[in-house]
């Protein structure tokens, strides 16, 4: 489930944030939320052996802009939309009934106004969709060095281990989300035309990730999950939120 919120300045025709605004997108959505909910998914989440979810995901800001690259800001003059999806029907319950309660919110230092909120259902009744993203999708594994030293590398589309850990990682969400175990088929992605590598510091920590069209194959019950929580890791920072072309 996808809901997309139209949001206005309220002291002035621009809203200003950071360049590198994840975190503060993050911050808002756990203000609006339950706070029991919000306690649940910050501090335990849904989770398999060692991993954790928490099941939701969030786009770009979509807005006119311009980039201060002197002070690190992006000024958007007027309106901006945030698409927020999630898998977990009491969270889209939760962030749909907060925003239209408020109707006003804090964003950053800017004061918004909620102008719109809309929802939207996509279905997954396939086993081949095409899909196109709303951030970035990130896919990493932390490796070795020769010298026994640890670091994070990140998987571009283009190689075979980009799919197969979407692949896992989908079925690790299947597992954390529904206690059971997931259908067997693997999940395959492989890109439509050319990507954009995006670098994103969050909070300190370099992330990368990639954003354009793909094709994706599988069952249709871990591909769904893929477009309502999002694909690869990461997704409740801003992550790997798509949608169905």
């Known amino acids: 489930m996808k809901e997309i919120i139209c949001f206005s300045p309220v002291d002035s025709d621009r809203i200003v944030l950071p360049i590198q605004y994840n975190h503060i997108i993050q911050a808002m959505i756990y203000s609006i939320l339950d706070d029991e909910l919000a306690h649940f998914l910050h501090e335990k989440g849904f989770q398999t052996e060692k991993r954790t979810f928490k099941m939701f995901t969030f786009s770009r800001l979509k807005g006119r802009y311009i980039l201060n690259k002197n002070d690190g800001l992006i000024i958007f003059d ?38 719109e909120l809309a929802v939207e259902k996509e279905i997954v009744n396939s086993e081949e969709i095409k899909v196109y993203t709303l951030s970035p999708i990130v896919v990493y594994s932390t490796l070795f060095r020769e010298d026994g030293r640890k670091f994070t590398y990140y998987f571009n589309p283009k190689e075979n281990d980009f799919s197969q ?55 249709p019950l871990l591909l769904q999950l893929g477009v309502n929580t999002g694909l690869g890791s990461k997704n409740s920072q801003g992550f790997g939120c798509v949608k169905l072309l």
């Open 165 to 219: 850990i979407i692949s896992n990682n989908l079925k690790n969400k299947y597992r954390a989300f529904y206690l059971k175990e997931p259908p067997k088929e693997e999940v395959e992605i492989k890109p439509i035309g050319h990507t954009k590598l995006s670098v994103v510091n969050y909070k300190g920590f370099i992330i990368k990730g990639y954003s354009g069209k793909f094709l994706l194959k599988g069952n």
């Open 78 to 115: 007027g309106p901006i939309k945030l698409t927020i999806s999630s898998h977990y029907e009491e969270f889209t319950d939760s962030i749909g009934n907060g925003f239209l309660k408020r109707q006003r919110v804090r964003l950053g230092n800017n004061n918004l106004e909620v102008k």
